[in-house]
């Protein structure tokens, strides 16, 4: 993104309100799309992105994956959050001031821990709810590694199954993975990725 395209994102933003919805609609302006032209391009309706910018709605991971391709910023410009004080910034981030992605109904709802997607691994707040999964595996390029918080969490990596439960903890570095909560209430994880792929 250009810096020129950058401020006027960054000047929108502070006109029309915080928040992703913000966001979105500042980089859909900055690109000269109006709504039916994104909404072509993301395959969601007009009614649904016009709710997601007013703050109506949340957007899905998958639909920030879209939108990011689309406007070209990496994923992680959604995760940028409320500004922190002068005093906590680059070490601190309140919990009033994390960003949230995702939505229940989608089954994870993951928050941004670390104070920025600056440094060599990032860290995330993950709430699975109950009967959520990823279906297929995926593989990144990282190591990744987590805490279980609280209920259960089913594991799949490199072909090998795993249950883990509240104090249990795994790691693993480019392998296929996928997850399942298979609880009727919610399991929440720490997760830790390095390099940053957000």
């Known amino acids: 993104m250009s810096a020129r395209v950058a401020r006027r994102v960054a000047e929108d933003s502070v006109r029309t309100g915080s928040g ?3 966001d979105i609609r500042a980089l859909r302006r900055a690109r000269g799309l109006n709504l039916a032209e994104l909404a072509l391009r993301t395959g969601r309706s007009i009614g649904f992105l016009s709710q997601v910018e007013r703050g109506l709605s949340e957007p899905a991971i998958g639909d920030l994956r879209r939108l990011a391709d689309i406007f070209e910023v990496p994923l992680g410009f959604f995760f940028m959050g409320a500004e922190a004080d002068e005093t906590d910034r680059g070490h601190v981030v309140r919990a009033h001031r994390r960003r949230q992605l995702g939505n229940p109904e989608d089954g994870l709802v993951e928050a941004l821990l670390s104070p920025d997607l600056g440094g060599r691994f990032e860290m995330f707040h993950c709430v699975f709810q109950p009967g959520a999964e990823l279906p297929r595996e995926i593989e990144r390029a990282s190591e990744e590694a987590g805490y279980v918080v609280s209920g259960r ?13 509240p104090g249990d903890s795994f ?16 399991t929440v994880v720490i997760w830790v990725i390095s390099p940053p792929v957000y």
């Open 20 to 22: 992703i919805g913000a």
């Open 171 to 186: 790691r693993f570095r480019k392998e296929p993975y996928r997850w399942r909560n298979p609880c009727n209430t919610e």
């Open 153 to 165: 969490l089913e594991l799949w990596i490199g072909g090998r199954h795993f249950t883990l439960d």
